[in-house]
């Protein structure tokens, strides 16, 4: 009897090891999950930041040339308004 008691005490210590050795690996594998979800999260934001910074190069390309336009309006309104300023002078007006 006591041999089979001994030998029940070890399945039972080896059944207890093999659930130890389940969670772990269960945990493991969650935690490999957990690292994958993140890397591909980290690949989607770099690849969001790499567009965004194209849009902003973008957009302050098109503020220069808009600030360059809005420069050359304003020039060539003065322009005009001295010319007929100009014209009102000569003629009086």
Known sequence: MAGAASLDAAFERLDQALS???LAVERRLAGERTISGLEDELFRLGEDRSRLAGDLDDALARAGRLEDANREVSRRLV?????IRSVLDTHGG
């Open 79 to 83: 322009a005009a308004m001295e010319s």
């Open 20 to 22: 130890r050795l389940e």
